[in-house]
């Protein structure tokens, strides 16, 4: 004899193939939208036929078990007249039946939170990521097109291979994308304009964390070769190393003595230039050494422009170390050029109060994640960020156009932010860097415009750390998006933190309530069918209601709709208890659960054969 599950979990199988195919077939028989492009096409219809199919993956549960149970007890009260010839009326029976009832339901359960809080927010995802990816393409493309005609053929190279990125096999791109190569590989290698930096060498490639140990040997080796300006600049470090058991130190500084002594009184010809691109070039390095980074990369940016320097690897070496200690404290202004339509989170403001009870107050009006070098960079268009004390008077109020944000470690920045993230496996916060700067024009820049306050470093302001940790900087841009995008454990995790930074309690704990009351719907509802079920099981002499059948597509409408008015009624409920109660309504509602479970299953066991 077949088990009461082996039918059911037969008849599920059997249901829910069908269903899917009724909806890959109308969604292929609809289409996809006109901004798809044909590469995506395939892909974004089954994506969207498995949305539609998760979105009413519920309802198909519910109407399966409800129709499933209904021929199973009718097939198993055969079984009992045939072996027994005794009517299926004793507790026992139903206890068993009831048993059956709750595997299938908890095996349904599994499957409907996994198809509503994983598969379809992933299928929307997916969704949104082709629809990007298309506009994306489409606008990338009408971008290279535009600067090729222009004769700007390094960025109609940057677009068109941006624009292969998403669709390589595009051969319109692919045609600008070649021309635009060959135009500039015929132009002249260094030109002047934004965005022009050559591709850093890889024998430039800066190093960190060398020991004292290695920095004095290549000090010494630069030494001896005459190399001043390296064996300076090792020499430098090793001194900067220095620590109180540090054996180095005299050694270093007598050789950063000597090297500094002779790039005073050195000539022009020790570098193999002009005396005036010698001097220029020792002004860059000083500029280095008393960490003016900006001053110094211009200077090599300058030296390298110059056809008569470019072989003097100094130049490339020092330029390379001037920019990566630059990008610490500015960007450049072709890395946010056009960031606006490729934004992925929008209208972001929130609160933090700090240790000390001041508060800080940030708005941003747009975010776009660039990946760089395998890391992502956040840019913050529209950065507004007022600082109040603990009288509520304005410390500090600036608005910046764009910001460049990074995880930076906290313990780098002061104690404060470390007792901010001490409790945190990452033990980083946002540091925002709001000076922009042009690669070239030394008169091109963006800083931060401030507004009333008592802050006196205005001028020297070039970076913003938030006393927050990184993580919920993330939840924060996360939430901005609204309660219905995030993910169940994110929405768990940010609604112990939401009235910290200035979002409301109420609003996300209810959200998370009603979230999780879904389950236990799914579960009043399965008992509910499978005591239908049981009322309107099939006869015992009848293999099949035709009625039935006929009647299982709409059964699931049914239940679609169904489910959705008590989301409704769940959901007014939670507001009301959630407004008068607060976190006791969670206690209150989960005895609303548990007395409904009880009363539903004693009304099944309860029931008679009739």
Request: charged share 20%; proline share 3%.
């Amino acid at each position: 004899m077949k088990s009461i599950t082996g039918r059911v979990l037969f008849f599920f199988i059997v249901y829910f193939s069908i269903s899917f195919l009724l909806v890959c077939a109308y969604v292929f028989i609809k289409g996809s939208p006109p901004e798809i492009l044909p590469v995506f096409e395939t892909r974004y219809k089954f994506n969207t036929a498995f949305f539609y199919y998760f979105s009413i993956f519920s309802a198909l549960e519910i109407s399966g078990f409800m129709v499933s149970f209904s021929w199973t007890f009718a097939k198993e009260m055969k079984d009992k007249q045939a072996t027994k010839n005794n009517r299926v009326k004793n507790k026992h029976e139903m206890l068993r039946f009831l048993r059956s009832v709750f595997a299938m339901m908890i095996f349904c359960l599994v499957l409907s939170v996994a198809a509503t809080e994983v598969l379809r927010p992933l299928m929307k995802s997916n969704q949104a990521a082709i629809i990007n990816a298309s506009k994306d393409f489409k606008d990338f493309s009408e971008r290279a097109k535009k600067h090729l005609a222009l004769g700007e053929n390094f960025e109609a190279e940057v677009y068109a291979r941006q624009a292969l990125r998403i669709d390589p096999s595009s051969k319109e791109v692919n045609d600008i994308f070649l021309k635009a190569e060959f135009d500039r590989s015929h132009a002249e290698a260094f030109s002047l304009r934004s965005g022009s930096l050559p591709p850093p060498l890889k024998d430039n490639e800066i190093e960190t964390n060398i020991p004292v140990a290695e920095l004095i040997e290549r000090a010494r080796k630069a030494y001896n070769s005459a190399s001043f300006f390296d064996a300076h600049y090792y020499a430098m470090l090793a001194q900067n190393a220095y620590n109180e058991n540090d054996i180095y130190l005299d050694e270093a500084k007598n050789i950063a003595a000597k090297a500094w002594e002779k790039l005073q009184v050195a000539d022009s010809s020790l570098g193999g230039t002009s005396e005036a691109i010698y001097a220029l070039k020792r002004s860059g390095y000083a500029a280095i050494i008393s960490q003016d980074y900006l001053q110094a990369y211009y200077i090599f940016r300058e030296l390298l422009a110059a056809s008569d320097s470019t072989i003097d690897p100094d130049i490339n070496r020092y330029l390379s170390i001037a920019e990566y200690n630059l990008r610490k404290q500015c960007f450049f202004l072709d890395e946010i050029y056009d960031l606006q339509p490729f934004e992925s989170v929008r209208n972001v403001h929130f609160s933090i109060t700090r240790q000390d009870g001041t508060l800080l107050i940030v708005g941003i009006k747009g975010i776009t994640v660039i990946e760089d070098s395998g890391k992502y960079i956040q840019y913050l268009r529209g950065l507004h960020i007022i600082s109040y004390d603990k009288e509520k008077n304005v410390e500090e109020n600036f608005y910046v156009p764009y910001a460049k944000l990074i995880p930076e470690n906290a313990e780098k920045i002061g104690p404060v932010y470390e007792r901010v993230v001490k409790d945190q496996k990452q033990k980083t916060v946002p540091y925002l860097i709001t000076n922009c700067v042009h690669r070239d024009d030394r008169d091109v820049k963006i800083n931060p415009e401030f507004y009333a306050g008592k802050t006196q470093e205005r001028e020297n302001r070039n970076a913003y750390a938030l006393p927050m940790p990184f993580k919920d900087f993330l939840q924060i841009t996360d939430a901005a998006q609204g309660t219905e995008t995030m993910s169940l454990i994110s929405l768990a995790g940010f609604c112990s933190k939401a009235k910290k930074y200035g979002f409301s309690f109420e609003a996300y704990f209810h959200a998370l309530a009603t979230r999780l009351a879904q389950p236990f719907m799914f579960i009043f509802m399965a008992l509910a069918a499978a005591i239908v079920a049981w009322q309107f099981k099939i006869s015992k002499n009848q293999f099949v209601h035709f009625w039935w059948l006929f009647s299982v597509p709409f059964f699931a409408v049914i239940a679609y709709f169904l489910l959705d008015f008590c989301r409704y009624v769940v959901d007014l409920l939670l507001m009301a208890l959630i407004g008068s109660f607060g976190f006791v309504a969670v206690i209150l509602c989960l005895a609303i659960y548990i007395l409904l479970f009880i009363v539903l299953s004693l009304g099944f066991v309860s029931m008679k054969d009739f």
